[in-house]
């Protein structure tokens, strides 16, 4: 595999960087915060019609860009450092790998086109309120009944939840414990309840969503090449590696801010990057983002090998795992680190060390937490 960007991703990572910059400083990340749908609409409509990210690997012949899974990374990763606040995670990384992964071609050109073209956001929904994060969470139910399919049950944590126009969902079918399938529906079907639930992230939405007695036709069922519990697998697999990024991201501006702030904060008439003990730390956290970095696009080369359908993608389990573990840890311990050599008013509203330091545990957590992953990963090597 080639871990060297080319010229073109190169120049997708800078440009999002640049425009993040002027569109999602502290202020406007404090401005979305306010808000209850999480985001600031005009901000995501310039998103889906100047930049057009939330086509970015979907393919040409439904609207999209056609790139790859290593530019999603590249831009989820500008995205965490900068904590933009956008529905961009859960359409994309998860709405849309979702379809790409399960529907079959007449479903993927019902909907990937209008998510193309910004009309639509989207999100997925399976865990049933359990501390897992693999089909075990799947707690909602689906039977048929003539020509249409009837859900029930209950989702928790589920990203942009409220908000999303299109929900994907995660069910079983009644009496078949084992038996996932997949379902595309609008947010508006009858029967469908929605709540928002405020969480310790300000900067992200999650919320509750309900089923009862939802009524749907057959071709709701997302009917792809793969069985229902092995789409899924992937699809949270990819979102993982997502996640990683942006943890990836918030980890070095966490390091560049404890860096420009340990430089100028004079103690003892020399600044206090100065002391030996404080390089020794930022160099600990240095070192932490950087495997962490390595991990991720290592993942994301097999989430693209995976997404065009090699045989290297068999390896999508372990990369994500091994991707979402470090990262999950270190954004924690270089957050925690940034928070301590602030000192005092690291945790101070005004500062916005406390806003990635919510985010990094909000996301360890998000989709499997350090030791959830490693778990995993010993269970694959007993296999």
């Known amino acids: 595999m080639e871990f060297a960007f080319t010229q073109e991703q190169e120049m997708i990572r800078d440009t999002a960087a640049s425009f993040l910059a002027q569109v999602s400083d502290s202020a406007a990340v404090r401005a979305a915060m306010a808000t209850e749908t999480g985001y600031d609409p005009a901000l995501w409509s310039r998103i889906c019609t100047q930049m057009y990210w939330q086509a970015i690997h979907v393919p040409e012949a439904y609207g999209g860009m056609g790139l790859g899974y290593v530019e999603v990374v590249a831009m989820m990763e500008q995205m965490g450092k900068h904590l933009l606040c956008s529905p961009f995670f859960s359409t994309v990384c998860m709405g849309v790998n979702a379809l790409l992964i399960a529907a079959n071609d007449e479903q993927k050109a019902q909907w990937l086109p209008t998510i193309c073209e910004g009309n639509t956001t ?5 865990n049933g309120g359990v501390n897992r994060w693999d089909t075990t969470a799947v707690t909602a139910t689906w039977r048929k009944e003539g020509d249409n399919i009837v859900l029930n049950g209950s989702y928790r944590y589920v990203i942009d939840g409220h908000t999303a126009d299109l929900l994907i969902v995660a069910a079983r079918q009644e009496g078949e414990s084992s038996d996932i399938a997949l379902f595309v529906l609008p947010a508006q079907t009858p029967g469908v309840t929605r709540a928002w639930l405020p969480t310790m992230d300000q900067a992200r939405r999650q919320a509750s969503i309900a089923l009862q007695e939802v009524t749907v036709e057959t071709a709701a069922m997302l009917s792809g090449a793969d069985s229902g519990n092995a789409a899924l697998t992937r ?5 993982a590696i997502a996640l990683a990024a942006e943890q990836v991201g918030g980890s070095q501006q966490m390091l560049d801010a404890t860096v420009a702030y340990t430089s100028e904060r004079v103690q003892f008439n020399r600044t206090i ?9 930022a160099a600990d956290m240095m070192l932490q983002v950087e495997v962490a970095r390595s991990a991720v696009y290592y993942a994301a ?5 995976a997404l065009s359908g090699s045989t290297l993608g068999a390896e999508l389990p372990e990369a994500a795992s091994v991707a979402k573990s470090y990262c999950s840890d270190a954004y924690f311990a270089v957050a925690g680190d940034a928070l301590q050599l602030f000192g005092g008013v690291g945790f101070t509203w005004e500062y916005d060390v406390h806003l990635y330091f919510k985010r990094a545990k909000s996301s360890e957590h998000m989709l499997g937490n350090g030791a959830y992953h490693r778990e995993r990963l010993a269970a694959m090597l007993l296999d």
């Open 235 to 239: 699809i949270v697999d990819l979102a």
């Open 301 to 305: 080369c097999v989430a693209q090998e």
């Open 273 to 281: 990057a100065s002391y030996q003990a404080v390089k020794h730390k």
């Open 122 to 126: 989207a999100t997925l929904a399976f």
